[in-house]
C-alpha cells in the first residue's frame, strides 16, 4: 500500500470531503497550504459549497486517473460542462478561488463557445442577463459595430 | 430576475479570460451589444482595431484605452490631408500608444503622411505597407524616421530602389522582420547594405528579386536569421534569360552559390525556395548545415529527385513541414526516407506526385502519426486502400483529395471512423464519392469546418441533408451537383446555423424552395455564389434581403431572374453589400440609381 497523504476539506456548508493530496494539489491555493506545512486540521474553503465542491473533485479525480485516453477526457469534459449556466459560474469561481488554471479555461472555453454565433439577444436569453442599455445606447453602439470598425 | 448571475459574480479577470476565448470579431460586437458590463470590457481589453472610416479614430481611441494596433487598410481616402488631419487636431495621444500600424493598399498615402505619422508614433514597431504600388524612394526614407521598427511588410511597393531600400537599413537597425517581395528595384547591392547594417534580422523574404548569388553571400552573415524565403529568385524565363545575357553568373553555378551562402545560417528553422533549380549538392549540404531546419518550402522546384531528398532527411533531420508541390519526379523510396526521418512531421504538401502509391500512405499512417495537414490532390495513385492507411494518422485537421478519381465511399468510411478531428476536406470532382460517404463524414467528423464536393455528381438531396448533421459546418463548396433540388439545402439550412460561406454554382436544380430556407435559417451567411441556380425574383430578394450578414455575392446567369429582381433584391441588400458580381448584360439595364447607392455605401462590382 503506498502511503498517500489524506487531506480533508471543509467547505462553506460545513461538509467535509477527504482527499488524496496528490490530486487535491491540482489547486494551486491548496498546494501553497501544504507547502507552508498548514494542512493539518481540515482546509476551510469558505467561498465554495458542497454541492460545487463535488462536482470540481469529480473533475480533479478523472483528470488524475492514470490509462485514461485524450478521447475519454475530452468526452468527460463535455459531459461535464453540459450545465445550466448557474452551475458553471459556481464552478468558475470555485476553480477560481481554489486557483486551478486548467479548470478556469475549461470552463471560460465553455462559456465562450455558448456565446459564439449568436446574436447580442440570444446571448442575454442563454445566460438570463438584462439589458441595461437605453435604447439609445443600444443604437449607438450598433452603428458603431457597423460602421465605425471591423 | 434584478441583474444577472454572471454579471455580479464574476470579476473583470474572469471576464477578460472568457473574452479571450471569442476570436471571431463578429463575436465580439456581439459581446460588446449584451449590457453594460461586457461593453466595459471589450474596450478595455481590445487592442487592435480595423477602422472603416478615419472619422472615427479619435473618438475609439479614446474608448479603447489599450489599442495600440491600427488597421486602415480598408479605411477609405487615407492620403496625406487626411492624416494632418488626424495629427493636427492636438489630441494625439492615441498616436504615442500606437506599436502597430497597418496601411496595406493605402494607395493615396505619400511621403509627407508616412513621415507625419512615423514621427507621432515613437513607439511603433510593425507597420505595413504592402501593396501600396506607388511608393518609392522617398516614401522609404520617411519610414527611416521609425527608429523602433522592429517588423516591415513592403510587398509590391515598386518604386523602391537600393536607395531607400539603405535608408530604412540605416534608420531602422533594431530591425527583426522585413519582407521585400517583388520590389523589383532592389538588387544585390541594396541587400549588402541591409544585412551590414541591421544585423538583428530574423526574417527575410527576398522572393522575386531580381537577386543573384552575391545577395545570398551578403544573408549569410546574419548570424540570427531563422526564416529565409526565396521563390522565384532563379526562374529562368524571358526576363531571366535577359539579365543573365548581361554578364551574370550563369545557371549552373547558381544553385551551388546558393548553398554555399545558406550553409552559413546555422539557425535557420525554415527556407522557402519554392520555384528553384536545385541540385543534389543542396540536399547535401542542407543536412549537413542547417541543423535546426524544421520547415523547407520546394513547392514546384526543378530538380527534387528520391536521391535528393533522401540526402536532405537522412541522419534524422526531424521536419516538421515540407513542401513538396508538384515534384512529380518523387516515387514512394522519397515518401519513405521522409517517414523514417520525419516523426514528427505535421503538414506534407505532395500535389500533383501522381507517381505515389498506397505503400506511401501506409508509411505516413505506420510512422507520422503526428500528421495534420496534407495534401494529396491530383495524385493519382491515392484509392480506398491508400487513404484507410492514411486514416492511421488520427490527428488529421486538414485533408485535401481533390480530382483522386479512385477514391471511393469506401474509402471515406475509413477517414470518418478515425480521424475525428477533421476540419477541412476537400474532395473537388472526386466523381467516386456519394450519398453514404457524406452519411459516414457526418457521423464521425463532428468537427468538420471545411468540405469542398464540387463536381461529385453523385451526391443527391440525401448526401446534403446529412451534412446538417455536421454543428461546426462554415465552408461549403457545392458546384455543379444536379441531383441536389430545394428539398436538399432546405434540409442543410434548417440545421447547419453556422453556414457562412456556400457555393452552389452551376446547381441548376435547386429552386426558390431551397433558397427561402437558407433566407430563413442561414442568418450567419457572409459569402455566397449562386450563379446559375433556378432562384427567380422572389427568392433573390428574400435571400438578399433576409441574410443581414451578406457581404459578398455572385448573382451571374440567373435566368428566372428579371432585371427588376435584381434592382429590388439588390436595393434590399446595398447597405452591406461589399462585392457583388454580376453578368455584364446587366450594366445597361439596371438604373444609376442602384449604382449610385450601392457605391455609395462602398460596394465594389464585378462583370462576368
Redesign the interface.
Known sequence: MSSTKLLTLKTSDGEEFKLDEAVAVKSQAIKNMVEDDCVSNAIPLPNVDSKTMTKVIEYWKKHSEEGVSK?QLNDFDKGFLEVH??VL?DL??AA?YLNDKEL??VI??E???R??????EE??KE???????TPEE?EK??Q??????? | MDSAPLLSLLNDDLLIRILSFITHDSDRKSFRLVCRTFLKVDSFHRTHIRILRPEFITTLFSKFPRINSLDLSICPQINDEAVSMLMGHGSTHWSIRLRKLVLSRSTGLKSTGLEMFMKSCPVLESVDVSYCWDFGDKEAAALSFGGSLREVKMDRCLGVSDVGLAKIAIGCQCLEKLSLKWCSEITDLGVDLLTKKCTELKHLDISYLKVTSGSLRSISSLEKLEFLAMVGCSTVDNEGLHYLGKGCPSLQEYPTKIIQGLKDLKNLKTLVLDGALVSESFFKIINFNCKYLVEIGLGKCKGVTDKGIFQLVSGGLNLNVLNLTCCSDLTDIAISAITDSCRSLLCLKLECCNSLTGKSLYRLGLHCSLLEEIDLTDCFGVNDTGLSYLSKCTKLVCLKLGLCINITDKGLYAIARNCREIRELDLYRCKGIGDDGLYALSSGCKRMQKLNLSYCSEVTDKGIECLGHLPELYNLEMRSLLNVTGTGLTALATRCCGLAELDVKDCANIDDSGFMALAYYSRNLQQINLSHCAISDVGLCMVMGNMTRLQDAKLVNLYNVSTNGFEVALRACCVRLKKVKLVASLRLHLTPDIFKALRAKGCRIRWD
Open positions: 478521447d449556466h448557474s459560474y468558475l469561481l477560481n478556469v479555461d471560460c472555453q462559456v465562450a463557445d456565446i459564439k454565433g449568436k446574436t447580442p446571448i442575454r445566460f438570463d442577463i438584462k439589458n441595461d442599455f443600444e453602439i450598433r458603431e459595430n457597423a460602421w465605425a470598425f471591423d
